[in-house]
């Protein structure tokens, strides 16, 4: 008779494991549902923003290729319930914007916004603005473009060693000579100064003749440059000789990444 007590006393243990594991795994699903709306949802929102930041950009007379846009924080949806999110990253690529008429390259502008208000009927009806507490920019300057501002046929931009080089054709004293060196930088006023001081050409005689027009050609380089309008209101502030260009920090204080409506 014990034995039979004792199974059937297992029998209400069983069943409550197996009402206890189809719980967990009940949750687990319920779960996985949640991280997979969220996601969609944030999909959603990403090309919303995309789609907006794009008209906004094309509102700047800037042209580029389609923007990439990534919604970060977990979870999604209480942020769409609270419209406001904390950061929304945007990368636009292949950025043509101009200076004076001449075309400037910018091969890849990274934008950070954050603390981003867009209520949920903005996302949904693309009207609206989608307005950050703030934003920072970093933009890469193609060295080409850079010369042709210069104005200065043959002249190239590049960097070495965190300096930026500058090599180009000159005539001094009727010597057709190559002028090397590097520039210091500053920022002011949303302008990039280039000061060309360390300029040298092989070749270059030994005369106080030739060393003053040296220094007066390393003056007519050395100019303030203005840089085409970025999007999103950003203001220059530090530039950095990089291998592949001039990277330009920016930022921007409650600005709109959208075109509004």
């Known amino acids: 008779m014990a034995e039979a007590h004792g199974a059937y006393g297992d029998r209400p243990r069983r069943r409550?494991?197996?009402?206890l594991i189809g719980f967990v795994v009940l949750l687990l699903v319920l779960g996985g549902l949640l991280v997979v709306a969220d996601r969609v949802a944030a999909g959603v929102a990403e090309r919303a923003i995309a789609d907006q930041v794009?008209?906004?950009?094309?509102?700047q007379d800037v042209r580029s290729a389609s923007p990439k846009v990534d919604v970060a924080g977990f979870p999604f949806l209480t942020q769409v319930l609270a419209g406001r999110y904390e950061r929304i990253s945007i990368v636009l690529t292949d950025v043509q914007g101009k200076v004076q008429g001449d075309a400037v390259s910018i091969p890849r502008l990274d934008v950070d916004a954050h603390n981003v208000r867009a209520s949920l009927d903005t996302l949904r009806t693309r009207r609206g603005e989608v307005v950050a507490e703030s934003i920072d920019g970093r933009a890469t300057v193609s060295y080409?473009?850079?010369?042709?501002?210069l104005g200065r046929p043959g002249l190239t931009l590049g960097e070495r060693d965190g300096k930026l080089t500058v090599t180009a054709p000159a005539d001094i004293l009727g010597r057709?000579?190559?002028?090397?060196?590097?520039?210091?930088?500053?920022?002011a006023d949303g302008k990039v100064g280039l000061r060309f001081n360390d300029l040298t050409a092989e070749g270059l005689p030994n005369l106080p003749l030739a060393k003053r027009l040296l220094t007066n050609y390393a003056n007519s380089i050395s100019v303030n440059l203005s840089l085409p309008e970025l999007p999103f209101q950003l203001t220059v502030r530090k530039a950095e000789p990089r291998p592949?260009?001039?990277?330009?920090?920016?930022?921007?204080?409650?600005?709109?990444?959208?075109?509004?409506?």
């Open 54 to 59: 794009r008209q906004e950009v094309a509102r």
């Open 144 to 149: 080409d473009s850079l010369a042709k501002l």
């Open 244 to 261: 592949d260009g001039l990277l330009v920090t920016a930022d921007a204080r409650n600005v709109p990444i959208n075109a509004g409506g």
């Open 176 to 187: 057709k000579l190559t002028v090397t060196g590097t520039a210091d930088l500053t920022v």
């Open 16 to 19: 409550g494991r197996k009402v």
